[in-house]
């Protein structure tokens, strides 16, 4: 994010992309990019997980580009996707102001065919115009300004999004019910109504929501569903607008999330809607009762597995101890049949969880984080480790790769040691293993003498991801 702010300081456009989680790291950056202001186009692409399928939570990234006070597109199938990136790098650069692009789960892992258009030259590099220079020091008698007129052209903001196309109103002959359909969910709706909606609907695809059209719909629907993939932002707003518990008494009923019609939690599908609006159910399909469940494990020959029965081998000496894992393939070592790890949080939270437990007295305090989200976040828990001299061990699980996310090189491959011992950890207790089946005796060895000395020490476990050696051993082979 901050690499993408100095693209766009430097006038060319830039696009950075995440998940859901992603937006919590780089909220500093993210949410101070609204007050700088954008020189070149600066689009960021979050795509959120509902259902969990891969994360933590269920976060709902367009909250923050509310908090931010930044415009917010949301695409509701697969062409809109691709029109909006160029039209909030567009709106972007006319409005100097970063865009936020919100995708979901089945937009990212769904195909369509698309009209393309032709490609466009990158921006020529040319700095930011005196007038607005100013607002990429965040000084904050500077800072006051850009937030005073980022409050007041909200307005505009929201009158662009209901001029604009992507957000539009459709009437419909049953006045019974307004549907409010944002994002993907406009997409699960029409597959309900092939031939149209027989209700108002107001499909909602960038953000300031457009508050015109939802006027138009409440003077002839009294009871309005909104429908929005991850948490109810829009319907909490409506239902404090709107909302009365008892009806009849002049006020719009407003559902949802909220009370029930539609799942509080999870990813929404068509049939979600189908059984909201009553509609009778499609075809279903009986799930076989020969399949069998198949939970996520570390891949056979992996170093992990090694690595993690040497530890628990050890553990097993000592009343209380307790191990911090993070995120990665490792993480799978709080699974059956190893039980390793008790914590996982965020990445980086090993090291610090671990320091924040020895000084309340657990020992061993063991911190487990793999060699690239060591790069990523570790670092400064490890210098906080030196500088009070925690009486913690960390283990880095070193597979020479980033294997959860596609084989690409870590940035501390053959750093590592230099790295901790930059960082002030002392030489003589910066170990490394193999963690192969035959090693264990040495393995065991070293890890209990490090638990035993009563300051930072680390243990880099350091075996090739057993994915990405077979990938390298077939290059070989072709070559």
Known sequence: MEAALGVSYAGKRALVCMKHVGMNVCADAFVNSAVTGANGGLVIAACDDPSQHSSQNEQDSRFYADFAMMPCFEPSNQQEAYDMVQEAFDYSEANHIPVLIRLTTRMAHSRAVVKARAPRPQNEMHFPPKDIAKFWVTLPGISRVKVKELAEVQHKFRHDSELSEDNYYEGGPDHSLGIVACGIAYNYLMENFPDGCIYPTLKVTRYPFPTKFLRRMTESCKTILVIEEGQPLIEERLRGILYDEEEGNGKIFVKGRLDGTLPR??????????????????????????????????CQGCGHRDFYTALNAVLAKYEGSRVFGDIGCYTLGYMPPFHAIHSCVEMGASLTMAIGAANSGVWPSVGVIGDSTFTHSGMTGLLDAVNSNADITLCISDNLTTGMTGGQDSAGTGKLEKICAAIGVPEEHIRTIIPLPKNYPDMEKVIEEEINYHGVSVVICRRECIQTAKRHAAAKIRQ
Do not use: Q, Y
């Not at 509609?279 to 494990?297: C, Q």
């Open 265 to 298: 939690t999870g990813e929404l599908n068509p049939d979600h809607i189908r059984k909201a609006l009553g509609l009778k159910s499609g075809e279903t399909f009986a799930a076989s009762d020969k399949t069998v469940a198949r939970p996520p494990a570390l």
